[in-house]
């Protein structure tokens, strides 16, 4: 972005935790402190994006057959990035680990 009274120009990164989605920017984070909050998108001038990166949310679940009569198989979301996407299909066994 760039800020349209100061023209700083800046990068806004997108947050893993926002399952990589960013929002525009408030106010200009310059050392000036020119408190404007109209930017110009530089993006769209290139023809890329300076990087980017493969991503996969899949959902794990426990395997139906090793719970007891009436329990609910326990389910969680798993974010895969480069070369780990689609690592797995769905309804393949898999063995997961990890953080």
């Known amino acids: ?3 349209n ?6 990068s806004v990164r997108a ?3 926002q399952y990589y989605s960013f929002s525009p920017p408030r ?3 310059s ?3 020119c408190s404007s909050f109209k930017f110009t998108c530089l993006s769209a001038s290139s023809s890329a ?8 949310e899949i959902k794990i679940q426990e395997q139906v057959q090793r719970l ?3 329990s609910i198989p326990r389910s969680m ?3 895969l990035e480069d070369n780990l996407v689609d690592s797995c299909k769905s309804g393949k066994m898999q063995a997961e680990w990890g953080t």
């Open 15 to 17: 947050e893993f935790e």
């Open 31 to 33: 050392e000036e402190a």
């Open 27 to 29: 106010c200009c984070p």
């Open 68 to 70: 007891s009569v009436g």
């Open 1 to 3: 972005y760039m800020c």
């Open 5 to 10: 009274k100061c023209k700083h120009v800046f």
């Open 49 to 56: 994006p300076g990087s980017c990166r493969d991503y996969q």
């Open 77 to 79: 979301m798993v974010i």
